[in-house]
C-alpha cells in the first residue's frame, strides 16, 4: 500500500485533457514537501516530466503541467496523444526519524483511447 | 549531462548475495543524496535506500538489515549490497540521483531475479 494514493488507471480520447491526482497527508505532501512527476513508457526507466510540484524540465512539452494544493497534487495533461500512453507515477517526501522518506504514488496507468 | 549506469543484476537463488553497480557520469556521486528504487514485474516503484552527501544511510524496513548502500567516491559509483535475497526482491534496481526540489534522474535499471 503506497503512502500517496493515485487512482489505478485514468482514459481519454486523442485532444482531450485528463488529470491524474496524488493524494497525500500531513507528513508528506501536507508538511509542504515537494511533488514531482514521472513518465514510464512500457519496458524503459521513470523520466522526471514535473519537478517541485508545477515545474517542467527542458524538452517536456507545456501540454503536461502540475499543480498542488493541501495534502495533494494533480497531473494535468492536455492535447492528449497516443505516444502519452504510459504509467505516471508522483513522488515527494515523508517525515520520518531519519529526517524524511522518499515515497511514491502507486502509479496510474493512461490509456489513450 | 546526467547518466547513469546500472550493472550487476542476475538471477539468484533466494538466500544468495548480489552487489548491484552503479557508475556516474556527469555530477558528482559523493556531492549528491543518491538512492536505490526497485520496481518488481508488474508494480509500481518502491524505495530501498539512499545515502546523503554527508554518509548518512538509511533504508526500507523491506530491506534493513540485508542490504547496504556505499559509493566510492574514486570511481564515482553507487553500490548495493544484497544479502539473504528473497523472492520478493525480484525486481528492476534503479539507481537515481535525488535532486531534491529538482527531482530524481534515474539510470536505465538492472534486473534481479531471485529464484531456484
Known amino acids: 500500500q503506497s503512502v500517496l494514493t493515485q487512482p489505478p488507471s485514468v482514459s481519454g480520447a486523442p485532444g482531450q485533457r485528463v488529470t491524474i491526482s496524488c493524494t497525500g497527508s500531513?507528513?508528506?505532501?501536507?508538511?509542504?514537501?515537494?511533488v514531482h512527476w514521472y513518465q514510464q513508457l512500457p519496458g524503459t526507466a521513470p523520466k522526471l516530466l514535473i519537478y517541485?510540484?508545477?515545474n517542467r524540465p527542458s524538452g517536456v512539452p507545456d501540454r503536461f503541467s502540475g499543480s498542488k494544493s493541501g495534502t495533494s497534487a494533480s497531473l494535468a495533461i492536455t492535447g492528449l496523444q497516443a505516444e502519452d500512453e504510459a504509467d505516471y507515477y508522483c513522488q515527494s517526501y515523508d517525515s520520518s526519524l531519519s529526517g524524511w522518506d522518499v515515497v511514491f504514488g502507486g502509479g496510474t496507468k493512461l490509456t489513450v483511447l | 549531462e546526467v547518466q547513469l549506469v546500472e550493472s550487476g543484476g542476475g538471477l539468484i537463488q533466494p538466500g544468495g548475495s548480489l552487489r548491484l553497480s552503479c557508475a556516474a557520469s556527469?555530477?558528482?556521486?559523493?556531492?549528491?543524496?543518491m538512492s536505490w528504487v526497485r520496481q518488481a514485474p508488474g508494480k509500481g516503484l518502491e524505495w530501498v535506500s539512499v545515502?546523503?552527501?554527508?554518509?548518512?544511510?538509511y533504508y526500507a524496513d523491506s530491506v534493513k538489515g540485508r542490504f547496504t548502500i556505499s559509493r566510492d567516491n574514486s570511481k564515482n559509483t553507487l553500490y548495493l549490497q544484497m544479502n539473504s535475497l528473497r523472492a520478493e526482491d525480484t525486481a528492476v534496481y534503479y539507481c537515481a540521483r535525488d535532486g531534491g526540489i529538482g527531482g530524481m534522474a534515474w539510470g536505465q535499471g538492472t534486473l534481479v531475479t531471485v529464484s531456484s
Open positions: 500531513s507528513s508528506n505532501i501536507g508538511a509542504g514537501y515537494d
Open positions: 545515502i546523503y552527501s554527508g554518509g548518512s544511510t
Open positions: 517541485g510540484n508545477s
Open positions: 556527469g555530477f558528482t556521486v559523493s556531492s549528491n543524496y
